[in-house]
């Protein structure tokens, strides 16, 4: 692995592996609450790395981060997968990138992952949950628990018919990426607040899903959120009220990104979503009722 893609909070490297980077979907679509306007006026730093003008098209990545913490190897939310069907969504629909060979670039053997975190069950997050072997899907990592929030696993299971019949990806998404991770007794549900080790502890934000969760890393002096898809573009961090158009429960969802981002500028967590392009992560202060971006990570651009 090239040393410069990773960060070092206290004893937690951190780094992140990439399957699509790109551009996405005009501004207002992804969040429908901004208007031409507020890209225009931000067009200053979000270009190149995070929007294109010209287009008027959001750059995102669908990215896995990595976590070395305690001689353990962690990941947070597994992407898109290849070879899925996912006839509502063309960009995810048999996807086939090189991202096994990209991982091993990067040094993960699959045999040596410890934990799998998905942050939610959307389809971007627990594709590489699992592989096809003899036309059947099993767990990508044969050694790792994988930690699952209850509340989405409840939802998007078959006792609520795959999140109430709405897309028929989603049952798609449950029956290749999450049950086979039960079959195999490798999943661990949990509610509310699920404390990994003394580093690391997931928290319950709902609003975007049910389940939607965030990571707390705490190592020495340094302090992290993973937030997954509580925000998709760093306007919301400015503009911290706007939801994406993906949020199932936009008033939980505001509620939700609020509180956590406060909490994050209030003991200096540094901001980590899913999507972000650019450093991928980045400090925030307060700014009244809103936010200012602070430092950027070091963290390696998206090639
Ligand atoms: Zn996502």
Do not use: K
């Amino acid at each position: 692995m090239e040393s410069s893609q990773s960060i070092v909070l206290g004893d937690v490297e951190i780094f992140r592996v990439i399957e699509f980077h790109g551009p996405l979907m005009p501004g207002t679509d992804l969040v429908p609450e901004t208007t031409a306007q507020t890209w225009r006026d931000n067009a200053d730093w979000l270009a190149p790395e995070h929007w294109d003008p010209h287009v008027d098209r959001v750059i995102c990545t669908v990215q896995t981060w990595v976590l070395r913490s305690g001689g353990r190897t962690i990941l947070v939310d597994t992407g898109i997968g290849n070879g899925r069907e996912r006839p509502g969504r063309e960009m995810f629909h048999h996807l086939q990138t090189d991202f096994p060979d990209r991982m091993a670039r990067a040094g993960i053997h699959p045999d040596e992952v410890d934990l799998v975190i998905n942050t939610h069950i959307h389809g971007d997050h627990v594709g590489w949950n699992t592989v096809a072997a003899d036309g059947e899907w099993i767990p990508a990592f044969p050694n790792a628990q994988y930690l699952i929030p209850r509340a989405d696993d409840l939802y998007f299971g078959p006792a609520n018919d795959y999140g109430n019949g709405a897309r028929p990806d989603d049952r798609l998404l449950y029956e290749d990426s999450i049950a086979p991770i039960h079959r195999a007794g490798q999943s661990v549900l949990w509610d509310g607040a699920h404390r990994i080790d003394d580093t690391l502890t997931l928290e319950s934000a709902p609003g975007h899903t049910p389940g939607s969760s965030v990571l707390h890393l705490n190592s020495g002096t340094d302090r992290a959120v993973f937030v997954g898809d509580m925000v998709h573009s760093p306007v919301q961090l400015i503009h911290p009220s706007c939801n994406s158009c993906l949020c199932l429960d936009p008033q939980q969802a505001a509620l939700s990104r609020r509180r956590i981002l406060e909490r994050a500028a209030d003991t200096r967590e540094l901001v980590v979503p899913a999507h972000f392009s650019g450093a991928g992560a980045v400090e925030i202060r307060r700014n009244g009722t809103d936010f200012t971006l602070g430092e950027w990570s070091a963290t390696a651009e998206p090639r």
